[in-house]
């Protein structure tokens, strides 16, 4: 089939469509192009009309039918502005383009007003506009519940409406919708409630627990206040104390007649077999020692301690009867030749009534007592005056309190006095050191010591050695340091019983026996790291013979 040729328009293509006539004027049968829908006609300055009726049709084929009818079907209102109205009252078509024929028109099909098969009509609801009252087809009504509208009172569809009270940790809900959640205004137990943050409905005083889970007892909401104020009202318990190690424990298999007999046969004859006899102590506890002291005196009718004081001499001796005697005995018979005699020696009444124990402050009073027929109270009292014969009464009580919470707002009390008492004032208040450092717990003391660093940016014994002198400034001291850490002090009096020229002997055996089993292990340890040498290397260089041997058996490497 050929086109007919084509009017002044584009030349035709090489291989291509055969010229065109133009397109066929506005005025075809009805049915063709615009003007049977009463559409304007073609503008001027378009293609040339064609002379025929528009493209023939298509051998063998017949090209689309007429459409019965008029097309589609005319739309209500008055069609696209600017248009005129169609003739008896047809839908208005859509402007005729400029210089393009008028066609001739698909084939007439069905309204698509309700939509294409298989498919409910769309109603009203098209991109932009309100959805439909009654839901799409097929879909059921969806009440008020889009966004921006308040949600329907049973919940949205598909969903059982929420248990009354919410789901956990919400407020009831609201009339109608989803329950309203609470804000987290009381954020979490303790907390102050956010700032500026509003609540529909007052938090209750358990929200934010598991709903199954009961407040403990004692539990308090919280009520707004701020954290440092609840802890500062806080009684904290006494911190877990790590377990001391001491280098002496029980000997398993003990066997006191078997013990008796090993030191009788090391003392019996010519000299005396001073190994045997440190072996055999040093194996032992000092309860241990005592059973062995009453079965020798049982087995031979001697008394130990005399017979070994008439076999051995010097440091050794002085070693070893600090081994032999009771820890209370040892502490009062170092007590006593303190203050007997001209003169006093006060490193020794510091280092006993400032590192021992209630229990063991006791033991050391009746043993005194009995020993020496005195009062130990009466003894410290005539040897020393002023604010340190105070502090050594104050210990000699042996009340301090031990078993008692920390209290850490009393902590922060009672550091602000100590520095209004010291670096705040002209003068020192020692009385009010006194009633602290020598009443207090070492947990509570620790914990005050903390909050004297932050309000007086000092440490506590700098303060001390600051503000104090002589014998009361060592005896505040000495306190301070043991409630922070015996095996510290210790470790120190050790030190300072080998430092320089010559040994202090009777201190470094009285630090090195009344610690062996009780902290020892850790003084040792604590020695290592302060002084980068090790106890047991020490005793080398500074003492000898059996008296170094006995030491070293006891500290061991």
């Known amino acids: 089939m050929a086109y007919p040729p084509g009017g002044p328009g584009y030349p035709p293509a090489a291989g291509g469509y055969p010229p065109q006539a133009g397109y066929p004027p506005a005025g075809g049968p009805p049915g063709v192009g615009f003007d049977m829908m009463g559409g304007p006609p073609p503008a001027a300055a378009g293609y040339p009309p ?309 229990a063991e402050i006791n033991a050391i009073k009746q043993t005194y007592k009995s020993r020496y027929h005195r009062a130990l109270e009466n003894d410290l009292v005539g040897d020393t005056s002023g604010h340190y014969k105070r502090l050594l009464v104050s210990l000699c009580q042996g009340a301090r309190d031990e078993d008692k919470p920390v209290d850490m707002q009393k902590a922060e009390a009672e550091a602000r006095k100590l520095y209004e008492a010291g670096e705040k004032k002209w003068g020192t208040d020692e009385s009010q050191f006194n009633q602290i450092l020598a009443v207090r717990s070492s947990p509570q003391l620790k914990a005050t010591f903390e909050a004297y660093g932050r309000i007086s940016q000092r440490d506590i014994v700098n303060s001390i050695d600051r503000e104090m002198s002589g014998n009361l400034k060592q005896g505040m001291i000495a306190v301070v340091k043991v409630m922070r850490s015996p095996p510290e002090y210790f470790a120190e009096r050790i030190y300072m019983a080998m430092k320089g020229l010559g040994t202090n002997d009777s201190g470094l055996i009285r630090a090195i026996v009344s610690r062996s089993e009780i902290d020892l292990a850790d003084v040792k340890d604590v020695f290592f790291k302060k002084y980068n040498k090790t106890i047991y290397k020490w005793l080398e260089g500074e003492v000898s013979g059996d008296y170094r041997r006995l030491l070293q058996a006891v500290v061991k490497p």
């Open 50 to 358: 064609a002379t025929g009726a528009g493209y023939p049709p298509a051998s063998g084929y017949g090209g689309f039918p007429p459409a019965s009818g008029a097309g589609y079907p005319p739309a209500g209102g008055a069609g696209y502005p600017g248009q005129p109205p169609a003739v008896g009252g047809a839908a208005p078509s859509y402007p005729a383009q400029p210089g393009y024929p008028a066609q001739a028109g698909y084939p007439a099909q069905q309204p698509p007003a309700a939509g294409y098969p298989g498919q409910a009509p769309p109603g009203a609801g098209y991109p932009g506009q309100a959805p439909p009252a009654a839901g799409y087809p097929g879909q059921a009504p969806p009440g008020a519940g889009y966004p921006g509208q308040a949600p329907p009172a049973a919940g949205y569809p598909t969903q059982a409406p929420p248990a009354q009270g919410g789901y956990p940790t919400q407020a009831p809900p609201a009339q109608g919708g989803y329950p309203q959640q609470q804000p987290p205004a009381a954020g979490y137990p303790q907390q102050p409630p956010a700032q500026g943050h509003m609540s529909a409905q007052p938090v209750p005083p358990n929200a934010g627990m598991h709903p199954g889970h009961q407040p403990a007892p004692g539990h308090v909401a919280a009520q707004g206040a701020p954290p440092t104020a609840q802890m500062a009202g806080m009684a904290l318990s006494a911190p877990a104390v790590v377990k001391p190690r001491p280098t002496i424990t029980p000997a398993p298999g003990f066997d006191a007649e078997t013990e008796a007999q090993a030191l009788r046969k090391a003392m019996k004859g010519f000299g005396t077999d001073e190994k045997a006899v440190i072996a055999s102590l040093v194996k032992c506890t000092n309860a241990q020692r005592q059973q062995v002291i009453q079965r020798f005196k049982l087995m031979f009718g001697k008394d130990l301690i005399k017979e070994l004081k008439g076999e051995l001499s010097g440091d050794f001796e002085d070693a070893v009867l600090a081994m032999l005697m009771l820890p209370a005995e040892y502490d009062a018979y170092s007590l006593h030749k303190a203050v007997d005699g001209i003169g006093t020696t006060d490193d020794v009444l510091i280092e006993i009534m400032c590192g021992r124990t209630n």
